[in-house]
């Protein structure tokens, strides 16, 4: 299991964004949506995530409301901006070219 110690910097910010470029969601379910599409292999706790999210939220990436959540209670619910999209636009580019370049070293075949 990955901790979010173990991810590349930055690389919080970008999961939360495209799982908010979907729908918007409370913490929790940010949580729960990044372990079940990463097959339980990304996990972030609480202490983590919500200075994540709380730093989007300041840059302008997101924004938050108070709503009632799935069981009736009330939760913050974040959504993506449009200063966000452009962000994780620019963001997954240079993502896909760092992982490409990475990809290509562990390539070399050993003589």
Do not use: C
């Amino acid at each position: 299991m990955s901790k979010p110690s173990d991810l590349v910097q930055g690389t919080l910010d970008l999961l939360i964004l495209k799982i908010l470029a979907l729908e918007p969601l409370n913490g929790w379910a940010v949580s729960k949506r990044l372990r079940q599409v990463s097959g339980d292999t990304l996990q972030v706790s609480d202490g983590s995530l919500y200075p994540a999210l709380h730093k989007l939220e300041q840059e302008g990436w997101i924004t938050a409301e108070w709503r009632a959540s799935e069981n009736n209670r009330r939760a913050k619910f974040y959504s993506l901006t449009r200063l966000g999209r452009k962000h994780l636009e620019k963001e997954a580019a240079n993502w896909t070219r760092l992982s490409d370049a990475i990809a290509g070293v562990l390539r070399l075949e050993e003589v």
